[in-house]
């Protein structure tokens, strides 16, 4: 019989290009998501917005962080984890926000 690989393990937190974006109408949501984040050991969290959305808080990641994004999940509490839309409006506020953003979360109601 043959044994699957083990599945890649995550970056660490402070390793993590991480973006919170407030895709709600609740000012300051995000900064205060990216200070959490921050007090669990994320290293120069950037806070930004997105565009109104009314689909619940997910996490994004560009090609190869998908490990990253299910950590970030994880310690955010969210259930929701994509890939990053090669275009778009989050994709475009990501880049907006910091051009190497690794892991994206935007924060929906």
Known sequence: ????PAPT??????E???VVL???DTVGLAGETA???ESLGYKG????NAPTST????????????PAARRVARDLEITDVAALPASGPIATAAKAARADAE???????
């Open 45 to 48: 969290v950037t806070a930004g």
């Open 9 to 14: 393990p995550p970056p660490s937190r402070g």
């Open 22 to 24: 407030n895709a709600t």
């Open 55 to 66: 689909d619940p808080s997910s996490v994004y990641f560009v090609a190869g962080q998908r």
């Open 16 to 18: 993590i290009a991480l």
């Open 35 to 37: 200070s959490r984040a």
């Open 103 to 109: 892991v994206i979360v935007v924060l929906g109601p």
């Open 1 to 4: 019989t043959t044994t699957a």
